[in-house]
């Protein structure tokens, strides 16, 4: 077994594990980060969306050797947080805030990795076009909300006057 | 008393912390006067940091992981189970349905269907739990598993339902003279409809983790929609008391009713196996055995007969409806019945017969899902309405005008309409926002022009329906239109029968708190419990708690389902709030609740208020004859579709929807329009593109790469219009939301196609092939 070291949500971990161990079990078995779900563990769903060096990846799809000195980011690293301080108390960022407002969020379960893809979409600079919203979240799929809440809710965070 | 919503204008918030802040809805939106605000989602923040545990996300040390050996055939006897003398059996645990303490049934209806088959019993449908396996690794389980062969003797399987002889249950619902009805028709139309299997399709799969307890019982802790089913299930198949049976909601990733029956074999397998091996047993599906083993909506069959005067009066309805049960009867006999009392649609009609009948197939066993029998024949109902109004050539909207039941209309079993009757609001309110008049003369008039043979000709870049589309595709566009009805909470005296209690509790301590068995799985349970508490109080939101759904904590509140939940639990709730502040206000004269209620818990101690239901004044049912309330009320929907057919391919976008419904009174906007929304757009699914194929009662497409539903690009532009008919049973004038929007939508999308495309689809979903092959055939209608 091999020793894998990459940052996430800038805190650098290493993991000795197999090389093909999916990124999704390091991070929520091997690393206790369970915000990020697992909804088909076949790359279809989203649920599992992490950004990696900046891109949106699917967690069940990336065997762990491939993250090896990356920069991997999930949901728990979002809101701003004092040390110590649990995720739910920290203070969320625009998009959570938003997702929050609108009622982006319902079951929740698609909600971190909608989160992770249109954070990479704002990050990259995406605007409030609701086009371009709904193509970054193409691969997040929801059964709760019908999308609408969720595209208005990334368009204000981008800024937008929807 | 129409609120409509538009998109909120507005800035991102200050960011919350832990207790959300109120949210502001802009003014002038709504009229009744209430609800102009509603709290942010509880448990939002906690969701969206990812600090909220799901079921998989719960840590349990030393806990074994669970699998179910199920069968490969669709009906057989089961010999025997072969264990492979090769693997090391002390390592893993194995239980058989000869392990069972207790009754070897999982059930709510009828005792057919055994927790796990018996050696010697039959096997009645594929992928049917035969054994269960633990270890204390995945690979070792992995191992077990294949080391575990099934011995059978295959029998012949039953799969057409129509041709099956095994009824779980018949209804006839019948009204007036039918004969003298068709008598009097100037034209009868007459057709058949079909809908397929649909999957709830939840995100988060089904999961549970059993645990030992110390005084021989277990708790499960997991996904469920329906903690009292689990618990009553546990009692019964382990032999335990009512402390030692004890169920715990994790956060839950959507149920839609497909949470509602399924976890109670979930809990029982991970409880048995757990009993097993005296450890935490995990039991977390996959998606490929989640989609190939749970229960899905009932496929039917729907026939019509429609006698109507020449202005587009109903006089005669003759429906038959054939549902397809499964395996086992599960809760087929209930979405059966609510079927039966759909069957005719919103509208009224002096002459009537229902006939509804659900067998059994070697198919596994289908069950709940959002609209509970009503979207299937509704989506006959309102297809075979749009055929009568197309053979009279009245607008679809007109006819619907006619006959839609107004205040004082009686329905099929004779249940008078008595107020909070909406239907024509709903409809006249989404033919307004999608300008439907005026986009059908925009269709009608491309059509007009196409088959002129203009440059724009049938295949030309216009098509039939107009419109040519972006980027050279030869598109036809359509607009189509349905109206529906829903019956708010349970079917008959269902609710009379459940007896649900829902309880408050200001304790000693001075907190505030909600005990209810309500569950949260999206809907917002969470967030309108303590609105609706705070708001009778005179307190914050914040003031109020909500305890956890754990059987040893709260009461029975009756399953979170049939839409119940706001109207009957929050009805309830309102009630005990009002008990509650009369008490305090009693012992503390002269002070409001608000003032007085931390002292009066000092001085007082912990005061308790339960409140169960009682039948809603003057709404009585004959369960035996079907005459009488069907429902305590109706909830009312109708629904615009806009769409744009690939002329080359077949292939339908639905681009835009307006869905407009009334619930009653409005408890939280921003809430009650995500359930209409995302209703709405698992309606479009039903509609286009989710189907299950079959081979052999096995499901062919049972993975997320084969079973579509929409992505945020299929999905329509929806516009969701709330209107508030309040209903007086409730306290605070709800009716139920959820599964209103998934009754109409899936008409709306075929009437769209038919203006676009000038065919009839018979049959969902609207597939490419089958619109395909409708252009190459005539309608089955018949005119007399």
Redesign the interface.
């Known amino acids: 077994m091999t020793a894998f070291r990459f940052l996430v949500n800038g805190d650098p971990v290493e993991v000795a594990v197999p090389g093909m161990r999916r990124l999704l079990d390091v991070l929520r078995e091997d690393l206790g980060l369970t915000g990020t779900k697992e909804g088909c563990g076949e790359g279809e769903c989203g649920a599992c969306s992490v950004i990696l060096d900046g891109e949106v990846v699917d967690a069940c799809l990336v065997p762990v050797c491939q993250v090896d000195g990356g920069y991997v980011r999930t949901v728990e690293g979002l809101a701003r947080r004092q040390a110590g301080e649990r995720a739910a108390d920290a203070e969320l960022d625009e998009l959570q805030a938003a997702f929050l407002r609108t009622g982006g969020a319902q079951c929740g379960i698609c909600t971190p990795g909608m989160l992770m893809a249109a954070r990479a979409y704002l990050d990259a600079g995406g605007g409030p076009d609701e086009g371009a919203i709904r193509e970054a979240i193409a691969g997040n799929l929801c059964r709760c909300t019908g999308y609408t809440k969720i595209v208005e809710a990334i368009a204000l965070a981008a800024g937008g006057d929807r | 008393m129409t609120i409509r919503t538009e998109?909120?204008?507005?800035?991102?918030?200050?960011?919350?912390?832990?207790a959300?802040d109120a949210?502001v809805v802009e003014p002038g939106t709504l009229t009744s006067g209430r609800a102009r605000t509603g709290p942010?989602?509880r448990?939002?923040?906690?969701?969206?940091?990812?600090?909220?545990?799901?079921a998989?996300?719960l840590?349990f040390p030393g806990a074994w992981y669970g699998a179910t050996i199920r069968s490969a055939e669709p009906r057989a006897r089961l010999i025997g189970l072969e264990l492979d003398d090769g693997f090391d059996w002390s390592r893993v645990v194995v239980v058989t349905a000869a392990d069972i303490p207790g009754v070897n049934i999982v059930s709510l209806i009828s005792d057919d269907q055994p927790v796990l088959v018996p050696v010697g019993g039959e096997i009645r449908h594929h992928a049917e739990p035969l054994a269960l396996v633990a270890a204390p690794d995945r690979e070792v389980l992995r191992a077990a598993r294949r080391a575990i062969v099934a011995r059978t003797e295959r029998l012949e399987p039953v799969f057409d339902p129509e041709a099956s002889d095994h009824v779980f249950a018949h209804y006839e619902v019948a009204t007036g003279d039918l004969d003298a009805g068709f008598a009097t028709a100037d034209l009868v139309v007459e057709g058949t409809y079909r809908v397929g299997h649909q999957e709830?399709?939840?995100?988060?799969?089904n999961a549970i983790i059993a645990v030992p307890r110390e005084d021989g019982g277990v708790t499960v802790t997991g996904s469920l929609q329906c903690p009292y089913y689990i618990h009553k299930a546990l009692k019964r198949t382990l032999r335990l008391s009512d402390t030692q049976a004890h169920v715990v909601q994790a956060?839950?990733?959507?149920?839609?009713g497909g949470k509602e029956e399924y976890p109670s074999i979930v809990a029982l397998h991970a409880a048995l196996l757990a009993r097993a091996c005296g450890k935490p047993v995990r039991m977390v599906y996959?998606?490929h055995e989640d989609l190939s083993a749970t229960t899905k909506r009932h496929p039917a069959v729907v026939r019509h007969r429609t006698g109507v005067r020449r202005d587009g009066t109903l006089v005669a309805q003759d429906i038959e409806v054939v549902m397809d049960g499964g395996a086992y009867c599960t809760l087929t006999p209930v979405v059966l019945s609510r079927g039966a009392l759909h069957a005719g649609g919103p509208y009224r009609c002096p002459n009537v017969r229902i006939r509804a009948r659900a067998t059994r197939t070697n198919t596994p066993p289908n069950g709940a899902f959002r609209g509970f029998g009503a979207p299937q024949v509704e989506f006959a109902a309102e297809t075979q309405l749009n055929r009568v109004a197309e053979a009279l050539a009245i607008s679809p909207l007109e006819i619907r005008r006619r006959n839609v039941y107004r205040i004082g209309d009686a329905t099929p079993t004779g249940q008078v309409l008595r107020e909070s009757v909406a239907g024509e609001e709903v409809l006249l309110r989404a033919a307004e926002a999608a300008e439907f008049e005026r986009e059908r003369e925009r269709t009608a008039r491309a059509r007009a022009h196409a088959s002129a043979g203009g440059p724009d000709g049938p295949g030309g870049p216009g098509g039939p329906g107009g419109g040519g589309g972006a980027s050279g595709r030869r598109v036809a566009t359509g607009v189509g239109l349905a109206l529906g009805w829903h019956g708010a909470g349970f079917t008959g005296s269902g609710e009379v029968h459940l007896a649900s209690v829902a309880s408050i509790e200001l304790t000693g301590q001075g907190a505030i708190r909600i005990l209810t068995g309500s569950t949260e799985?999206?809907?917002?349970t969470k967030t309108i419990f303590p609105q609706l508490v705070a708001a009778e109080l005179g307190v914050t939101d914040e003031a109020v708690d909500i305890a956890p759904q754990d059987t040893a904590i709260v009461p029975d509140s009756g399953p979170t389902v049939a839409s119940r939940t706001a109207m009957v639990v929050g009805g309830l709730l309102v009630k005990a709030a009002r008990r509650l502040r009369a008490t305090v206000e009693e012992r503390n004269p002269g002070r409001s609740f608000a003032e007085a209620y931390a002292d009066d818990a000092a001085v007082h101690g912990t005061t308790r208020i339960d409140q169960q239901f009682e039948p809603y004044p003057g709404v009585e049912f004959d369960d035996a004859t079907y005459r009488g309330d069907a429902y305590p009320a109706f909830g009312w929907a109708a629904c615009t579709a806009r769409v744009e057919v690939d002329l080359d391919t077949g292939e339908v976008a639905v681009t835009d929807v307006v869905a407009a419904d009334d619930i009653g009174r409005v408890i939280h906007p921003?809430?009650a329009?995500?359930q209409v929304?995302?209703?709405?757009?698992?309606a479009v699914g039903y509609a286009t593109i989710e189907e299950i194929k079959l081979a052999d009662g096995r499901y062919l497409n049972d993975?997320?790469?084969t079973y579509i539903?929409p992505?945020?690009?299929d999905?329509p532009?929806?516009t969701?219009i709330l209107v508030e008919a309040p209903f007086s049973g409730a306290p605070h004038g709800a009716k139920g939301v959820g599964e209103l929007p998934m009754d109409v939508g899936a008409p709306a999308v075929v009437a769209a196609i038919h203006d676009a495309m000038g065919v009839w689809i018979h049959e969902l979903p609207a597939t490419p092939e089958r619109i395909l092959t409708a252009l190459g055939v005539t309608g089955t209608g018949t005119v007399a």
């Open positions: 998109p909120r204008r507005s800035a991102p918030t200050t960011p919350a912390r832990s959300p949210l942010l989602r448990e939002g923040p906690a969701k969206l940091t990812g600090e909220a545990k799901y998989d996300d840590v709830q399709l939840y995100i988060e799969n956060e839950t990733g959507g149920g839609f996959d998606r799985m999206g809907q917002g921003v809430l329009e995500g929304e995302g209703g709405t757009l698992q993975r997320l790469a539903i992505t945020a690009l999905a532009v929806i969701a």
